[in-house]
């Protein structure tokens, strides 16, 4: 049986190696760990988590709590995880939380403001993911006692869904005053909240200053393995760590992750222009082929989604033809939508590949 599936693994890659190799544009999920942060990982001096005792994972919250001029931060092992452990805590059951209609935790997170926190949704469209507290305000009701109450506020920066799109930070700004003003606590999915800070030039410290509570992926752009992190108050962490534990997140020897995380913190954030840079390369290119439908100039960071109606294909089947030529991208939010997202894994070589792929099915 090894001998068969060695084979076949041969076999496969001897095929792959005849389409040329993988230009993985599904998402930055697939960044692969750097050497610095395995050896990282390796060397990471550990302890039991769950006690509070990882001497590498409490390194990595308070340097994330330093970054972003909090008080406490917190290792959880996924975005969605963060998400909802926030949901929690600013929110009781048979309330709303108000988010943008495209949003992660609207679309990406099954439902779990629902199924483990009792909220509906209150969802607000924008054609570019970026909510204003006009939006938003027009959707509050005065209190009463027969109508849902709102909860929570949850914004996200940048807008996966709505091709990776920034938050001015005076428009983010003033939904906090705004909120706050109401009463409502605002929280931000954070994602990929160091691309928005390279494209505003800001730090995440200023951008992020007004938020109740931050929860930002180190998985993603950042390229660590596995992790996000919450950061917030000290009572907001404190809660936050209650809430992981009760839905399964507290883990033991962490540090052999967060080891990876720290590197990422540290040593990612410069280098995310040039994934910038990648993208509206890429965008400039796909705006020059037949049946492809985007405005280049909206590509703010390292997300290009576009239209394929043109093409006579759907998104999935776009995607299903130019992964014969191992290039790899997904459907986006519409029928005829596109995604392709730029990372440190796919260098501008590979993003040229993906356009010689793209324009020779094409002419086919």
Not at 73 to 101: C, H, Y
Request: aromatic share 6%; charged share 25%.
């Amino acid at each position: 049986m090894y001998g068969a599936t060695e084979t076949k693994t041969a076999v496969e890659g001897q095929a792959a190696s005849k389409v040329g190799p993988v230009v993985e544009l599904r998402s930055d999920t697939f960044t692969k760990p750097t050497e610095e942060m395995r050896r990282a990982m390796a060397e990471a001096e550990v302890g039991d988590d769950v006690y509070g005792e990882d001497p590498t994972v409490n390194r990595l919250q308070q340097r994330a709590a330093e970054i972003f001029g909090r008080e406490a931060g917190l290792f959880v092992p996924t975005g969605s995880m963060g998400n909802t452990i926030a949901m929690k805590i600013w929110t009781r059951p048979g309330q709303d939380v108000i988010t943008e209609e495209l949003g992660h935790i609207s679309q990406f997170e099954v439902g779990a403001f629902a199924a483990l926190g009792g909220c509906s949704s209150r969802l607000v469209p924008s054609p570019d993911g970026i909510l204003t507290w006009e939006m938003i305000e027009r959707r509050l009701r005065p209190k009463a006692y027969d109508e849902i109450e709102p909860g929570l506020i949850a914004l996200e920066n940048t807008h996966n869904m709505r091709g990776g799109t920034v938050y001015p930070q005076a428009v983010s700004d003033e939904i906090c005053d705004g909120a706050h003003q109401r009463g409502l606590p605002v929280h931000l999915d954070g994602a990929r909240i160091f691309n928005a800070a390279a494209a505003l030039e800001r730090s995440v410290r200023e951008i992020t200053g007004k938020f109740d509570s931050v929860m930002f992926c180190l998985s993603k752009a950042l390229g660590a393995p596995v992790g996000s992190m919450l950061v917030g108050s000290e009572e907001f962490i404190e809660k936050a760590r209650l809430w992981r534990k009760i839905f399964g997140g507290g883990m033991r020897q962490a540090g052999v992750l967060a080891a990876a995380g720290l590197v990422a913190l540290e040593k990612t954030p410069a280098r995310l222009p040039e994934d910038h840079a990648n993208a509206r390369f890429l965008a400039e290119g796909l705006a020059k082929i037949p049946g492809i439908m985007l405005d280049p100039s909206k590509v703010q960071t390292n997300i290009v989604i576009y239209d394929v109606q043109g093409t006579g294909r759907t998104g999935e089947q776009f995607c299903e033809e130019i992964a014969k030529q191992n290039v790899r991208a997904t459907g986006a939010a519409d029928k005829y939508g596109v995604r392709m997202v730029t990372h440190y894994d796919v260098d501008r070589a590979g993003i040229e590949r993906a356009l010689e792929v793209i324009r020779a099915m094409r002419k086919n």
